[in-house]
């Protein structure tokens, strides 16, 4: 049986964005005290997520680099290292590291960013390399 909307048509649960399942097992991890186990994270989360799809995501992010685990008896305790921020710099990353010529994608980058973006890429570029030079 398929449920209906007040319209009369078929109704679909709303499909997540992409990484969007990660950014809120990231805010889980970082609402958390210290390590914690993936049933946690699958209660702070609700929504009835299977456990698998919990460990699945935990799995993805630990490869990302944007968790540590522990093992804490048969399974893991997981901490975030990345928030949401950290976590899109790691895809620019990977983005970046799957091209063969960096330089012409950093400068499609820069060149399609707005005005103001581009003065702030480049004070966080001069912040850097002040910061080199001690």
């Known amino acids: 049986m398929t449920d209906r909307n007040t319209s009369g048509s078929a109704r679909h649960p709303r499909r997540r964005g992409q990484g969007e399942l990660e950014a809120q097992v990231l805010a889980a991890l970082r609402q958390a005290a210290g390590p914690v186990n ?4 699958q209660e702070r989360l609700g929504g009835g997520l299977a456990y698998t ?4 995501i935990l799995t993805r992010l630990h490869a990302k680099g944007a ?10 305790a997981w901490t975030p290292t990345a928030d949401e921020a950290g976590l899109a710099a790691l895809r620019m990353r990977r983005m970046l590291d799957a091209e063969a010529d960096r330089g012409a994608v950093l400068a499609s980058f820069v060149t399609a960013l707005p005005a103001g973006d581009e003065q702030l890429l480049r004070d966080l570029l001069a912040r850097t390399g002040d910061e080199g030079e001690d």
């Open 38 to 41: 993936a049933a946690w994270v």
């Open 53 to 56: 799809t919990v460990i699945t």
């Open 67 to 76: 968790v540590a685990r522990e093992r804490a008896g048969r399974s893991f």
